[in-house]
Structures are given as C-alpha cells and as structure tokens.
C-alpha cells in the first residue's frame, strides 16, 4: 500500500509543470487580450485561409491552458467570436486588477516577403518604471517565442497602440508572425506551430515573473 502511495505521489509531481506556482493564492493575474474579433477580422489572406481574428483567440486559449498549468490566474478579454471595443479591454484589465497585460496579434505586410515576429511596449515618459517593466517583459516573451519556433526575430520596439498605452500595468503587445507572408501563414494555421507560439508567450511570462521574485529575494 505504501508503495502504491508513493507511486501516485510521483505521478502528481511529475504531471505539475517545473517550477509552477500550483496551490499559490497569491499568484499573479495575467490579463491576455485577444486581438480583434467579431466584424473586426483583422488582418486576412488567401491559399490557405487564414483572419487574425480567428488565430489570436486559438493562441490565447492555449496561452491560457499552459499558464493556468503553471498556477496563474488568466483573465481574456474575449473567449468568443465577438467585438470588444478597445476602451472595453482596457476596463477588462483594470477590473482583473491584472499584473500585467499581453495583447496577442498576427502581421500584415504589402511586402510577401516580410517575416518574423516582434514584440511592442509603450515608453511612458510620466511612469517610467512602468516603462521599465513592460521592455522587461516584452523581451522575456520574444527570446522565449524565438527559441521555441526558431522565427525570424524582429526585436523588441516601441509602439504606442491603445492598448498597451491605456493600461496601468506593464503591457506588451505580440506580433506572431505575418499572416501575408505564405510561408508563415501555412505555419500559423498549423496546431503544431500554434502551440509553439503559445508556449514561447506563457515561457516568457513565466521567466519575467520568476526573474521579479529573484530579484526581490
């Protein structure tokens, strides 16, 4: 019996994520908005098929299953087809009271050729360790979304969307890839690739968390 109680304890462990934050109250609330949606399809293109608005809500369900893994508290700001107002995904996020923000959207270019991945923040000027914290952020998430797909890297940049300027938290926004680039859109629409995508975000999330709690200690 006791052999059997030990075996099952092994399983547990072994099926909890390394270094997960399982059974912690105090875990962090992720806020992730899920770009576009509903009469907003975002950016589109043909041979294969492909609407942002469709593969930003898969990424972030699954950015969502693996953070929860980890014992992070998630919040969406859409978990279905519909349109949600950029004013509205702002308030999404200050009702959460969320730690930080991640905005995940897919690239259109006029070039075929354009690639890769990039990954914004907002350079407040009036809150610079708000500043500070999402660079920090949006460079955790990129090396990490890097080393999983092995995508051309675009570098971490400036940006002043919405959402990411109208949040009080540290906010990122995720450009996955290019949706009118064909190579990249037949990757984006495979669940393999997806997948990748959607673990690089919840790594590098987890590894800007982790790096906050070393330096407090």
């Known amino acids: 019996m006791q052999i059997i109680l030990l075996l099952f304890s092994f399983l547990l462990m072994s099926a909890t994520p390394a270094g997960s934050l399982i059974n912690t109250a105090d875990a ?15 950016a589109k293109a043909g041979n294969p098929y492909c609407e942002e608005k469709r593969i930003t809500l898969l990424t972030a369900r699954l950015v969502k299953q693996y953070l929860e893994q980890l014992g992070y508290h998630v919040v969406m700001t859409r978990s279905t087809d519909n349109f949600i107002s950029l004013p509205r995904r702002v308030e999404i996020a200050k009702q959460a009271q969320g730690n930080i923000f991640v905005s995940v959207h ?24 708000r500043a500070n914290a999402s660079k920090k952020l949006a460079d955790s998430i990129l090396s990490r979304l ?7 890297s675009r570098g971490v940049k400036k940006g002043n969307f919405y959402v990411i300027r ?21 990757l984006l629409k495979s669940r393999d ?9 919840a790594d590098g999330i987890d590894g800007y968390f982790k790096a906050r709690w070393r330096k407090a200690r």
Request: hydrophobic fraction near 30%.
């Open 28 to 42: 962090p609330t992720v806020v992730i908005d899920v770009g576009h949606g509903g009469t907003d399809r975002g």
């Open 146 to 152: 890097i080393r999983k797909t092995d995508a051309n």
């Open 166 to 186: 109208e949040t009080s938290m540290p906010a990122v926004l995720v450009e996955g890839g290019f949706i009118s680039n064909p190579k990249e859109r037949a």
């Open 106 to 129: 897919y690239n259109s270019s006029r070039s075929p050729e354009a690639k890769g991945i990039e990954v914004f923040f907002f350079d407040s000027k009036e809150n610079k360790n």
């Open 193 to 201: 690739y997806q997948e990748k995508i959607a673990q690089g975000i």
